[in-house]
């Protein structure tokens, strides 16, 4: 699986938009890009995840360049609630399990 | 549903003592990873299973340290006998195959060996 870089940690004002970068250069064509995310003391929780085109649910957006080398995570109003560590991670769908790095811990600020 | 059930959620012991650790996945799951978080390691992956079947156990750090799924509602990881560098939070996951998407993890529970 490819190797995925974050800065270690940012912050964001309250009701800002949040944007989480992740630089995934070595990427391959069958490697999904996935963002989890950790709130303190508790198991973490899927977000989101795409190949190619960006993606959008009710929690964030995934924006991911066109040579597929970096995304971003976009919270787009953060609250408080969102302050935790966000991991990308990057590797084929259906075949090896979530290896998890160090992620980027966003403190979302009032 | 009720999610993925880990307990104890806590666990105090005291070194050389066996201890067993809980899981129940999500109904339906067909995958289980068992995962342990420290400060110095992060997330790490310790073994997973795939229709009950241990797939992959190289992330398990020595041989006191053994995992079993008897069915596909119940998962054990046992430690025996503990060490204090066992101290972790360990983490349980489930989804409906190894992919990434639709893990869902339980609660965690905190082991603390003294």
């Known amino acids: 699986d490819a190797k995925t870089t974050q800065p270690t940690s940012m912050d964001c004002a309250e009701g800002r938009a949040a944007n989480l970068p992740c630089n995934h250069s070595t990427i391959s064509g069958n490697e999904y890009v996935y963002w989890y995310r950790q709130i303190h003391s508790q198991g973490p929780q899927y977000i989101i995840h795409?190949?190619?085109n960006n993606e959008t649910n009710e929690m964030a957006s995934l924006i991911i360049t066109e040579d597929r080398k970096s995304s971003t995570l976009i919270l787009p109003h953060a609250t408080l609630r969102d302050t935790a560590v966000y991991y990308c991670i990057v590797r084929v769908e259906r075949n090896t399990p979530l290896v998890f790095g160090k992620g980027t811990r966003l403190s979302v600020i009032a | 549903d009720a999610g993925v059930i880990q307990s104890p959620r806590h666990e105090v012991t005291e070194m050389g003592q066996e201890v067993t650790l809980r899981c129940k996945p999500i109904s339906g799951h067909n995958s289980l990873f068992w995962y342990r978080q420290t400060m110095m390691r992060g997330l790490e992956l310790l073994i997973y299973?795939?229709?009950?079947?241990?797939?992959?156990d190289s992330g398990m750090p020595e041989d006191r340290f053994s995992a079993k799924m008897p069915n596909a509602s119940f998962s054990t990881l046992k430690i025996q006998p503990s060490e204090p560098r066992d101290s972790a939070v360990y983490f349980c996951?489930?989804?409906?195959?190894?992919?990434?998407?639709?893990?869902?993890f339980g609660s965690g529970t905190r082991l603390t060996v003294v």
């Open positions: 299973f795939n229709n009950n079947v241990p797939i992959d």
């Open positions: 795409g190949l190619k």
């Open positions: 996951a489930s989804s409906f195959e190894t992919g990434g998407y639709g893990y869902t």
